[in-house]
């Protein structure tokens, strides 16, 4: 009886000791992680905050392994103390929160929630809504992801272009750039002139070497970026696609051929293949002066009825250049990449003409000053007796007829072939070539698969531009043929002797 008495009286006085905090919310504990994107512990101290209701309070730090836990008494104070305190993260006891004062109240966690704290970074949240007090305590791991601002793309861009990862550095530029629409660091339009040079998208190029140039008048390198800039507005763009004929093939005169400014003084024409298979290539180059004009193109059957508007096409070109530079008239001259008839077709629309004169190249090099504007011609036998290179040396085009081009090169004189690609091997590699372009496309986008011959419709045809490096390979080629040439596919060629 008096052990039954003893027990009562003490649980009496237990009773009695907390009475006061009867009718207390009961508290909740938290602790968790925070990590960066990649993993890892974030350097330094982290702040973690609390935000309900959309107001935020700092309720303690990480520690040095990114830990934190929430302990203390919201009720006395909106800051906690350092997670960095050794503290055990299991549900503390009375005695280790000095009693139940201790702790966040589950009701001070409606419409809460809680992430971490970080310059440059952006913080994932964690909900604390509906968290109550038996809850596990471990709430998970808050991740920092990198606020991304144009210096961290312009510097991840600078180090993809030194390692060579070029795609990856023009994304990165391109994105610096997007977000830097003020241009308060220049250098990213600079790396990114210097990538679409690469590139040979000369117009955007220049275009961001403007906006450096504009923001950074007196950089120490501005004097060598002004003489690039005026390289690259000689230079030009070539379009994605040309016109390839059609199925069933329709030959219309409006559409007779398509017309493309490569730049300002420089033009290219294309040929519908529905007037004839051959689908040639002319070019038309400004000067001052003077405009040249290679080929004539190649005219349709004589019994077909298709109209073949050569004339009529560039005229309409030479009207317009002539009418926006206040020229009253120009010279045309008229010469031919060679005397084939898929080339000289449109002759006689030209010859007698006014302003207008049929020019035949001789045997041996020369230039053509179109006014302020020189054509270096360069004989080039072996196709065709009369085969002639022209380089401009504003554009830094190297036209190369039959002779050179995405297609069958027909070799009908195998000496003075291997000699003029011998030469033109050296002219590359001493010069600066911007694209190589011949007057044709008979390969397809497939390595080393052509079109068959008469083919009108070539939906997926190989680029017309070419490069130093083709010029090279089909050198290196024919030296190891020797005096006997044999048909030999390429990726971007075929060597075909006749």
């Known amino acids: 009886m008096s052990l039954l008495l003893a027990g009562f009286l003490l649980l009496s006085s237990a009773q009695s000791s907390v009475s006061p905090m009867q009718g207390a919310p009961r508290p909740v504990y938290l602790h968790g992680k925070v990590r960066l994107a990649d993993g890892k512990v974030p350097a330094g101290r982290v702040v973690i905050e609390r935000v309900c209701s959309g107001v935020a309070r700092q309720d303690g730090y990480t520690d ?11 009720q006395l104070s909106s800051i906690v103390p350092d997670a960095s305190v050794n503290v055990d993260k299991s549900f503390p006891t009375s005695q280790q929160t000095g009693g139940l004062q201790a702790g966040v109240a589950d009701r001070d966690l409606v419409g809460c929630e809680i992430r971490a704290s970080l ?87 220049a275009e961001n070497l403007r906006i450096y140039l504009q923001a950074n008048p007196s950089a120490p390198d501005a004097g060598a970026i002004r003489q690039q800039l005026a390289t690259l507005e000689n230079w ?55 405009v040249f004009m290679q080929d004539t193109g190649a005219a349709p059957r004589a019994d077909s009825g298709i109209a073949f508007p050569i004339r ?79 380089y401009d040396r504003n554009t830094k085009l190297l036209l190369t007829g039959d002779t050179v081009y995405p297609g069958r090169l027909y070799v009908r004189d195998w000496p003075a072939f291997k000699a003029s690609i011998e030469k033109l091997a050296i002219f590359v590699r001493t010069h600066e070539v911007s694209h190589v372009l011949g007057t ?9 698969v052509d079109y068959a011959v008469r083919t009108t419709y070539q939906p997926e045809e190989h680029t017309l531009e070419m490069t130093p490096a083709n010029i090279l390979e089909l050198y290196e080629a ?8 044999v048909r030999d596919v390429h990726k971007d060629f075929i060597v075909y002797p006749r």
């Open 64 to 74: 040095s392994q990114g830990d934190f836990s929430i302990q203390g008494n919201s």
């Open 119 to 205: 310059p440059g970074y952006v913080s994932d949240t964690i909900n604390l809504g509906f968290r109550r007090v038996l809850d596990n305590p471990f709430i998970g791991t808050i991740y920092l992801h990198p606020v991304a601002t144009a210096e961290t793309y312009f510097y991840n861009a600078v180090a993809n272009y030194s390692q060579k990862n070029l795609k990856a550095a023009e994304d990165n530029a391109r994105e610096a750039a997007k977000r830097d629409p003020q241009h308060l660091n220049p250098k990213i339009n600079l790396l990114l002139g210097v990538l679409l040079t690469d590139k040979k998208e000369f117009k955007e190029a």
């Open 236 to 290: 030009g763009t070539l379009p994605a696609d040309w016109i390839h004929g059609s199925d069933p093939c329709v030959a219309k005169a409006e559409n007779a051929f398509q017309i493309h400014a490569y730049n300002e003084n420089t033009y290219i024409l294309r040929e519908d293949k529905c007037i004839n298979y051959e689908g040639p290539f002319v070019y038309l180059f400004f000067g001052e002066d003077k």
């Open 312 to 390: 009529e096409t560039v005229m309409k070109v030479v009207d317009e250049w002539s009418k926006k530079h206040g020229k009253k008239s120009l010279e045309l001259l008229v010469t031919h990449s060679h005397t084939h008839g898929d080339h000289t077709g449109g002759d006689s629309q030209f010859a007698g003409q006014p302003n207008t004169t049929m020019m035949k190249f001789g045997a041996t090099d020369s230039t053509l000053d179109l006014g302020g504007r020189i054509l270096d011609i360069m004989p080039i036998p072996g196709h065709e007796a009369a085969s002639v290179a022209v």
């Open 440 to 448: 044709h496309i008979e390969m397809s986008n497939k390595p080393g």
């Open 478 to 485: 024919l030296l190891k043929m020797g005096d006997t040439p």
